[in-house]
């Protein structure tokens, strides 16, 4: 008898920040397959039992527009909450398949993990592995095309007036 | 009746329930009308059923129900809640069945014939083991050789329980708890172990000396544990002891199943590997006669003429899932068990057969014995009575000691993997 609980190939999870192969610095020939990290809930603990190291690398599946004729990056950089399966019967090796929708403002409390693991806390957007780029900003004047854009409070504040209902923001917002 | 048959003694057989912070005992000698005992290397923990007959007297109520604290039975008056614990030490001339230090506790309870003046009972009762299992929730990393695993694992989780025979194998696997059961997890490595020089192919069992991770192989090469025959007539003098190496009834359960063997790939299989970082799809094939069977019961084993393959293992090989880095090392190639732990596995199997002998408490599941069938022929035995083909050694794989007011009486259920007398290949 199965002790988890959860259906036995299908998991929702989160991916670690700066865990996909890339970030870890993954050779051409060891790196396969654009893979990430991936804790699960009710298959691993938040806490310090299982580190965001001794995750399972997970094989992320791409769309049919990442075939051959296209190629694209699997868009994952840590912090996502992901769907996937299990290839395998005993559950040790999972597929992304699809990322789950996130509202940026919906209050992200950690950029890093912490002590090793998220502890399923939501993770910015703009985390340990992926700085926002001017591109990435609306509102405020672009200061430096190349480089990361830092808006000033000034921007922030106006890029809050020029909403008619401005998001609630977290205390320390600037 | 041979001496191990007659009635055994229950040195001690006390229940113990926790009442007021206080340990409450039952003596249950002269009310148990019957005790089994149970193991198998199919099950990772041992168990028991008792039957105990109660004419009250038994247990008081405690002031919580009964402000007068009457006495009553034990089933209302203890009461039997689960969770109770069992100590018992049961003798019969061949040994000792001692669950003295290591008591087993109640799973549950009924009774299924009440009245007036007396009630049976029922109790069912598992290891300690069983219930470390129920709390035990697997999710750390596992690496390195299998045997080491199932040993950190036992100390993790089932502390203080006695260790039998933990084998290292040769194999190292790397994998992760996912929330799961001990047991679970150490059942399940079995068939993903082989070691130096045997078949793939593990059993996770508990007998009374404690938890066992032990290969088939293993298992089958150690020497005998004792030797029985059948015969028609008992020795002279019931105080003989070869009377108590006597097989009271046996019935042969399994002589083969080719359906069902070449359905589970015994003899030829397809091998399907898919490699997720190459894309590379590899495919071997597997032949019993490729002599993977290192270790036998038997003499010989006679596999069945098969010409094409007729089981498809598929899987995908784990190409570096649970290293740090992100290096793609192979983690355990099923290349290596798979196929050869459905064989040995399956082959075990081949052959069942249930026995009833006089009590014998020093059997334990996963032991060797030695079994003398008598042969069935016309011609004259005096160059030798037992059958050569059907006699041999056999493996135990389920035990039962049954003891009851008149006599006491070992089950067993043997398998065998091949035939004839003797074997040469275990050296």
């Known amino acids: 008898m199965s002790k988890a609980t959860q259906p036995k190939s299908f998991f929702i999870g989160q991916v670690p920040p700066n865990w996909t192969e890339y970030l870890q610095n993954g050779t051409w020939s060891d790196a396969h397959n654009n893979r990430v990290k991936v804790r699960i809930p009710g298959k691993q603990s938040q806490g310090p039992e299982i580190l965001d190291k001794d995750l399972p690398w997970a094989i992320v599946a791409q769309s049919t527009s990442a075939g051959n004729r296209n190629g694209t990056s699997t868009g994952l950089s840590g912090g996502e909450w992901v769907i996937g399966f299990y290839l395998d019967e005993n559950e040790q090796l999972p597929v992304i398949m699809q990322v789950l929708g996130k509202n940026e403002v919906s209050g992200a409390k950690i950029k890093a993990s912490e002590n090793g693991t998220t502890q399923f806390r939501d993770v910015s957007r703009f985390n340990s592995s992926l700085v926002a780029q001017a591109h990435q900003i609306t509102g405020g004047p672009r200061k430096n095309r190349n480089g990361p854009a830092v808006p000033s409070k000034e921007d922030f504040n106006d890029a809050l007036a020029s909403t008619e209902t401005p998001p609630e923001q977290p205390e320390d917002a600037s | ?427």
Do not use: W
């Not at chain 2, 405690?62 to 203890?78: C, H, M, P, T, V």
């Not at chain 2, 397809?270 to 002599?291: A, I, L, Q, S």
């Open chain 2, 1 to 427: 009746m041979a001496k191990a048959s007659a009635a055994s003694k229950y040195s001690e057989i006390t229940l113990i329930k926790k009442r007021d912070g206080k340990d409450y005992k039952v003596q249950l000698e002269g009310k148990t009308v019957s005790f089994d005992y149970y193991e198998s290397i199919r099950s990772p923990n041992v168990s028991a059923n008792m039957v105990i007959m109660d004419t009250g007297f038994s247990a008081r109520y405690s002031k919580e129900f009964d402000k007068q604290e009457r006495s009553g039975s034990i089933y209302n008056a203890l009461p039997l809640t689960g969770n109770e614990k069992l100590e018992f030490k049961i003798e019969s001339s061949l040994g000792e069945l001692n669950f003295i230090n290591r008591p087993l506790l109640v799973n549950g309870s009924t009774s299924p014939d009440q009245n007036s003046k007396r009630e049976a009972i029922l109790l069912s009762l598992f290891s300690e083991g069983a219930k470390l299992n129920s709390e035990s929730t697997v999710v750390k990393k596992y690496q390195g050789n299998i045997g080491d695993s199932v040993q950190t694992l036992v100390n993790q989780f089932l502390p203080e329980m006695k260790v039998a025979n933990i084998q290292k194998t040769a194999n190292a696997y790397n994998f992760i708890g996912n929330s799961k059961s001990v047991f679970e997890i150490c059942c399940n490595l079995g068939s993903k172990s082989f070691a130096e020089k045997e078949s793939a192919g593990f059993f996770f069992f508990e007998t009374r000396d404690g938890f066992n991770f032990r290969s088939i192989d293993n298992l089958i090469a150690k020497e005998s544990s004792a030797e029985y025959y059948t015969s028609g007539v008992l020795n002279e003098n019931l105080d003989n002891p070869a009377n108590d190496y006597k097989i009271l009834s046996h019935h042969i359960r399994k002589n083969q199943n080719v359906i069902n063997a070449l359905n589970a790939g015994v003899f030829f299989t397809r091998n399907v590997y898919f490699n997720p970082k190459t894309f590379e799809e590899t495919e071997v094939t597997y032949k019993f006669e490729d002599g993977k069977l290192v270790k036998q019961l038997g003499t010989e084993v006679f596999p069945p003429e098969v010409n094409a393959y007729t089981k498809t293992h598929y899987s995908i090989l784990d190409i570096g899932t649970l290293e740090t880095t992100v290096a793609g090392k192979d983690n355990n190639n099923p290349n290596e068990y798979q196929a050869q732990a459905a064989m040995r596995y399956n082959i075990l199997f081949s052959q069942l057969v249930d026995i009833q002998i006089p009590c014998n408490p020093n059997l334990k599941a996963g032991d060797t014995i030695d079994c003398y069938f008598e042969m069935i022929t016309q011609s004259k035995k005096e160059q030798g009575a037992h059958d050569p083909v059907q006699s041999g050694k056999y493996l135990i794989v389920d035990l039962c000691h049954h003891y009851e007011p008149t006599r006491s009486i070992t089950s067993l259920t043997l398998a065998r993997d091949s035939y004839g007398l003797y074997t040469n290949k275990n050296k």
